[in-house]
């Protein structure tokens, strides 16, 4: 019995439909991982952030994304127990898009930990980065699948 299973799991052929289909299959299973990590990630911070104060934009600083697309990215002082912190706000590729120095933002932060913070708009990367990385994953799990499928 165990030999005529032998015999026939190696006697199948594997071809290039097949070497494609799995391929994809773990793309998918791969981009959905990373989706499912930021999501997560993002619901514990905002979990563990449950303090609440104001801060006020001081500063802004530009750099590059990896695409080499100048981003601008305010520079948020806010104080928790009468000790100063310094955070990043939300990045914009748009100088426009940013608020004015001196303006107070809603800031979360971490009672714990009060280094942990984000301002009210800072998630909004995360959210759109792990939908398009489900939508990725989803579509290349179900193309390979359809390849494996077909290639049997």
């Not at 299959?25 to 990590?37: K, N, Q």
């Not at 930990?113 to 800072?122: E, F, G, K, L, M």
Request: proline share 3%.
């Amino acid at each position: 019995m165990l030999l005529t299973i032998a015999s026939i799991v190696f006697s199948i052929k594997i071809s290039t439909g097949m070497i494609v289909g799995i391929g994809l299959i773990a793309g998918g299973a791969l981009f959905s991982y990373i989706a499912y990590r930021i999501l997560k990630s993002t619901k514990e911070m905002i979990k563990n952030c449950s303090g609440a104060c104001t801060g006020k934009v001081i500063d802004y600083y530009n750099d590059t994304d990896h695409d080499g697309h100048r981003i601008y990215i305010p520079v948020v002082q806010y104080v928790v127990g009468g000790t100063e912190y310094t955070i990043e706000g939300s990045q914009s590729h748009l100088e426009e898009n940013l608020p004015p120095i001196g303006e107070v933002l809603q800031i979360l932060y971490n009672p714990q930990n009060p280094n942990q913070a984000y301002t009210a708009t800072n998630f909004s990367g995360e959210k759109i980065t792990s939908t398009i990385f489900i939508i990725t994953g989803i579509i290349l799990f179900l193309v390979g699948f359809f390849i494996l499928f077909f290639s049997l």
